[in-house]
């Protein structure tokens, strides 16, 4: 799945081209070093092996979903039975609420712009996507009309390059909505573990509100564990879709390791891991906005985001041109245009900056990325 120069791939694919080069900040994983809390969960694989083999998975389960989702504020996420599925990852998670919302709707509004993955999986269940802006779903109540005409509001909060979080206040205004027009509310919160302004328990507004809804949590981005990583695609009751169907025909359940893992991780996140994390992922922001100072044309779009990624506009400049000269020094970014998925020429004059790397890594990155933007 290599892009070809003069072929636009999707953002994934560029992807790809970095993930074995020495300077890759082009994907959302997490690939810092390990903190000294990580490396002692590390250190005790072995000893949670044998913790896997012993206990019941259902119970590691529980206690991995109950320790992740505490951590993040999440108290009234569902502990029901069948509420909360496990998943390879959250695209498994997302493909699964896809092939299951397809059989009941053929239209979906999709928040514009995002990852480039969520409306190609979308679209790749047969579903017709309807942009909404992300100015307008953060503005004020939605177009009747539109929500009478899908079965379906997806958002992405915080959102992806963008970082904006939907308030408390936006999604109990959004979920009320969905509830009257009897439309799913569908959010994927994988960047939630960044933003503090997405710890307010989302769980309990969504109950409150009475709509049907649909959640997809990703452990995947904040923990630097190798693609160990769980989605956890979070329903409500009686929510119409035959999730647990067809999540039993793509698979059984996760690695009792890795839920062992993450419940750990989550600990160590409490302990002080997590507001370490967003310290450091501030202090790497600042390297790039600080490095790329006073450069003609560059700007930042999102001052506000917490995200782990960093968009950078480049003023009159390509994107996808500054993206090739820094791919000849073997630096990877990743250009805009793709986020930007019914309009690509909107995301043109963008990078976008992963921040979960290494200091080091994100210098190195900002002064070649300045001497490319400075030359004649
Ligand atoms: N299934 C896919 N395509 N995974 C890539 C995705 O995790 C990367 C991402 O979300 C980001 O770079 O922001």
Known sequence: PVVTDDELGNLTQFEFL???SSLNLADGH?????TLGQQRVVDDLPQLWAQAVKQPVDEIEREAIGTYFEVLGQRSYPAAEGRVLSCYSSSVAMEIFARSLATVTDRIALVHPTFDNIPDILRGVGLELVAVEE???HGGDLDAALLDSVGCLFVTTPNNPTGKVVSR???ARLAEQCA???VVLTLDTSFR???PAAHYDHYEVLRDSGCRWVVIEDTGKLWPTLELKVGWLVSSEHNGLPLGKVYSDILLGVSPLVLLMIKRLAEDAADGGLADLHRFIATNRAIVRDGLAGVPGVTFPD???????ERVHLGSRSGLAVWQELRQHNLFALPCGPFHWARPEEGGNCLRIALSRSATAVEAATRLLRSVLVAP
């Open 135 to 137: 100015e307008q779903l």
């Open 193 to 195: 573990g960044f933003d």
């Open 18 to 20: 970095a993930l074995s």
């Open 303 to 309: 001052p506000l985001s917490r995200a782990s990624v």
């Open 30 to 34: 997490a690939r810092q070093d390990l």
């Open 180 to 182: 009257r027009h009897d």
């Open 169 to 171: 206040e936006r999604l």
